[in-house]
């Protein structure tokens, strides 16, 4: 039989069983759109962590006291001299300290954190600003009552203009501060401080005028690149065991490996959705060997004069089997369409969803393969038919 009539004939089977056969799309239509939005949330998923990393050094390195440490070893200045000094993968080394404070703005509050921060806390936190200056040595050795404000709390204070709080006077605890700047969102936080929701005072100032001497100051270092910070970490962490009297009452904490985390989650989300978009292709394709089971038997007297009339027995194997794959093809080609027009709305629904190539041609590929191998086992049952039962069929 020529590939052409063939061809004409499967058409003609499944024009005549049309509604049937819409009926058995269902859910390769269905698997194919969920095999695609599952990569384009993958992918959005994963875009998330970037840009929420983005603005992040991610051979930035946090190092903090434990909770229990003893009040006569909690890191100190004299710590991160002694890190810039000794730590060769270590590029820069900042101390800060942190606290609760509520903030005030001509009857407006604020309840955030304050950072009391050296200069170079700008550089190592990656910080860009939106307006303004960020406060300078100058600041800190004359404790001037100068403050850098997060993105969250000068938009708490200015609305829909966060920019226009350079110049203006805050309330940070019970004293005035002149804002000199407004840093870009960053959108991260470690160790439970958020530079958004923050007021950036100078150190100096912070110790003195805000927080006193009972704090816990937090040293930021920055390794050389990414690749030298397990190094920089292994060096900190001997470093402090000498100046802290062989007592490990710190922490080291890599942004680096949170980002890897982040991506590995996001990785490991996608899937599991995938498998789950495989699973409802698979009873799509369930579906798919019922119907072509009971059309089997349908033209069973069909087949037998097939037979009768020269067709070979490859020629009622292809046949059949060109039907179950034309129809997940055309199911797999509407899902992806259904899949592509469903992403854009995602947003309206809380997450991020970006539609790739990957994702149609995962789609298509499984639902193929789908009526191949749900189709092929009815194809074979079809054309190892005897002609004479075939005929005598009723």
Same mark, same amino acid.
Do not use: C, D, R
């Given at each position: 039989m020529k590939f052409k009539e063939l061809i004409k004939l499967v058409l003609l089977n499944i024009w005549g069983n049309r509604f049937r056969m819409?009926?058995?799309?269902?859910?390769?239509?269905?698997?194919? &759109?969920?095999?695609?939005?599952?990569? &384009?949330?993958?992918?959005?998923?994963?875009?998330?962590?970037n840009k929420q990393f983005a603005k992040l050094n991610v051979g930035t390195l946090y190092v903090m006291s434990d909770q229990g440490a003893d009040v006569r070893y909690l890191l100190s200045e004299d710590d991160a001299e002694a890190i810039k000094q000794g730590a060769a993968s270590v590029s820069m080394v900042s101390t800060s300290v942190t606290g609760r404070i509520d903030l005030s703005y001509v009857g407006l509050k604020y309840s955030g954190s304050v950072i009391g921060a050296m200069v170079d806390y700008q550089a190592l936190n990656n910080i860009k600003l939106a307006s303004g200056n960020f406060f300078t040595e100058t600041d800190d050795e004359s404790r001037n009552k100068v403050a850098v404000l997060g993105w969250d709390v000068a938009e708490?204070?200015?609305g829909a203009n966060p920019e226009e709080a350079v110049n203006k006077t805050v309330i940070v605890g019970k004293r005035k501060f002149t804002v000199i700047g407004v840093i870009e969102r960053q959108g991260d936080s470690m160790g439970g401080v958020s530079n958004d929701e923050s007021v950036i005072v100078p150190y100096t100032v912070a110790e003195k005028y805000i927080l006193g001497n009972a704090t816990r100051p937090r040293i930021t270092a920055l390794a050389k690149d990414f690749a030298s910070v397990p190094s920089a970490i292994r060096e900190i962490e001997s470093i402090l065991q000498k100046t802290h009297k062989g007592e490990m009452d710190f922490r080291v904490r890599d942004a680096g490996s949170r980002l890897a985390a982040a991506q590995d989650s996001a990785k490991t989300m996608t899937l599991l959705l995938t498998i789950v978009g495989t699973i409802v292709l698979v009873v799509g394709g369930i579906g798919i060997m019922n119907v072509m089971f009971v059309s089997v038997k349908e033209r069973t007297h069909e087949i037998g004069i097939l037979r009768a009339i020269g067709a070979e027995k490859q020629d009622i194997l292809l046949e059949f089997l060109l039907e179950s794959v034309i129809i997940s093809l055309v199911g797999g080609i509407t899902g992806t369409l259904l899949g592509s027009a469903l992403v854009p709305l995602s947003q309206y629904v809380g997450f991020e969803a970006i539609s790739s &190539?990957?994702?149609?041609?995962?789609g298509l590929f499984f639902s193929v393969i789908t009526g191949t191998l749900f189709g092929y086992y009815p194809a074979t049952k079809a054309a190892s038919l005897s002609p004479l039962e075939a005929l005598r069929y009723e």
């Open positions: 819409m009926l058995t799309m269902l859910g390769i239509i269905v698997g194919s &759109a969920t095999i695609l939005m599952v990569v &384009a949330v993958g992918n959005g998923g994963q875009e998330s962590v708490a204070f200015f &190539a990957k994702g149609v041609i995962l």
